[in-house]
């Protein structure tokens, strides 16, 4: 595919639409992209195209764009702030990764996925709305941003995978959308502020390993909403700091060692009534729900 220069950007055409292949990487400062090259418009920036531009301050992505292809500003360094179009789908793998010094980027709501690595190191992001259009969270997509305080994550989104959140370590709050069914591997690791956790009746599937060094020492309530039935994940066991568990009057069981060496529970806020309780199936080495903590009934959260 022929390749055309039109001052720092080199670009092809594709089905009357230009994409931009590459940058003069000396380019710097506050920069616009332009809405058109050759005349005809720019509707995505392909992979690669601004890696490495470590003068660049801030980017303007146009209205044209909807599409940003992987490691697209991958290392842009001193990139501050982004602004995205409207209209934007699609954001590639490490699209935004090792923007380092990156605070503020809008999010559209047109935008669908957030793929692996999209925000993977960009420490100095600060707030970021997560789209109510986005179904899907790639790998380690905000791996150690660790300025980032909340997320939301919409409604629509059935699983979060492995590290997606990990070293997000001054995070406070999560909310997780009914929808949502599995959390991989390490997603919350080393998230040392996320102290209090409430899960949806349908995320079943937790690894054992989600909430590592987030739960072990920091986690003190974790609260499942009702239609929530059978707790039989090892993903809350060791969280040495828990103190308070809210369980829904639709638990049936709690399965071996589910809140193995949560030894410091002390109190258990439960729906149901103790008749309810004594069909609740508690398995072996939840010491603390058998023994120590305090049972209290009947309760609304």
């Known amino acids: 595919m022929q390749t055309y220069t039109e001052g720092n950007y080199s670009y092809c ?65 001193n990139i501050t702030n982004v602004k995205l179009p409207n209209g934007l789908f699609t954001i590639g793998a490490s699209a935004f990764e090792y923007c380092k010094k990156l605070v503020t980027i809008n999010l559209p709501d047109s935008l669908e996925s957030i793929s692996e690595r999209t925000f993977m190191m960009c420490q100095a992001l600060t707030g970021i709305t997560i789209p ?30 492995s590290k997606a959140f990990m070293y997000c370590n001054n995070l406070e709050s999560i909310t997780f959308p009914d929808t949502l069914t599995s959390i991989g591997d390490s997603v919350f690791d080393a998230c040392f502020k996320l102290t209090s956790l409430t899960i949806p009746s349908n995320l079943t599937n937790i690894s054992s390993t989600s909430f590592v060094y987030a739960n072990f020492n920091y986690t003190t309530s974790l609260t499942f909403k009702e239609g929530y039935s059978k707790i039989d994940t090892q993903g809350f066991s060791k969280c040495r700091n828990l103190k308070q568990l809210y369980l829904p009057k639709s638990l049936t069981q709690i399965t071996a060692g589910a809140f193995a060496y949560c030894n410091d529970i002390t109190d258990i806020y439960y729906a149901g009534s103790p008749k309810d309780k004594q069909q609740l199936i508690i398995g072996a080495n939840n010491d603390a729900l058998v023994y120590s903590a305090t049972w209290h009934y009947n309760c609304e959260y």
């Not at 400062?29 to 090259?37: A, F, N, R, Y």
């Not at 303007?60 to 992987?70: F, G, M, Q, T």
């Open 13 to 77: 055409i594709y089905d009357s639409n230009a994409i931009i292949k590459d940058v003069y990487n000396k380019i710097s400062g506050d920069i616009v992209i332009p809405s058109e090259l050759g005349g005809y418009p720019v509707t995505v920036i392909n992979d690669e195209a601004f890696i490495d531009c470590t003068l660049i301050t801030s980017v303007v992505v146009p209205d044209s764009v909807v599409a940003i292809k992987d490691k697209a500003f991958y290392n842009c360094n």
């Open 132 to 161: 109510k259009n986005v179904k899907s969270i790639g790998t380690s997509a905000f791996y150690d941003c660790d300025s980032i305080t909340n997320i939301n994550i919409p409604d629509g989104v059935t699983s979060i995978p």
